[in-house]
């Protein structure tokens, strides 16, 4: 989709630093870290949210948890992390192409605020 940041990412239009890329998902640095970890995995796929999805894209999302579990284990913080995903405005999504926030090296609070 033209017009859409995370788009642009994976097409290198905007620089990112990459974390993990395969066929399907791009992983790279969150620009405003909120954890010691925090990496944004997203399908290449456009797809616009969570509640966009359409039972066609279930495997696409499960391959960015599967892409989220490689990189924590790489990172050395699989004993607690945390993958999120905001889902509408009113719980902070603020750029509308799906993705997992990966969040580590931490303790996690719950619940998250
Ligand atoms: P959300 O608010 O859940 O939609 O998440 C969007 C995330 O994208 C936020 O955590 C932002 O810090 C992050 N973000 C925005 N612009 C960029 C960028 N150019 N590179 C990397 N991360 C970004
Ligand atoms: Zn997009």
Known sequence: MSDCLFCKIIA???????VYEDDYVYAFDDID????????IVPKKHIRGVKEATEQDAEI?????VAAARIARER???NG??????????????????HVHLLG???LNWPPG
């Open 81 to 98: 992390y945390r993958t999120v995903s905001n889902v509408g405005p009113g719980a902070g999504q603020s750029v509308f192409h799906l």
């Open 105 to 107: 090296g931490r303790p």
């Open 12 to 18: 290198g239009e905007i620089p990112s630093k990459k």
């Open 76 to 78: 050395n913080i699989e």
């Open 33 to 40: 870290p909120k954890a010691p970890t925090h990496v944004l």
């Open 61 to 65: 999302i499960g391959r960015c948890h």
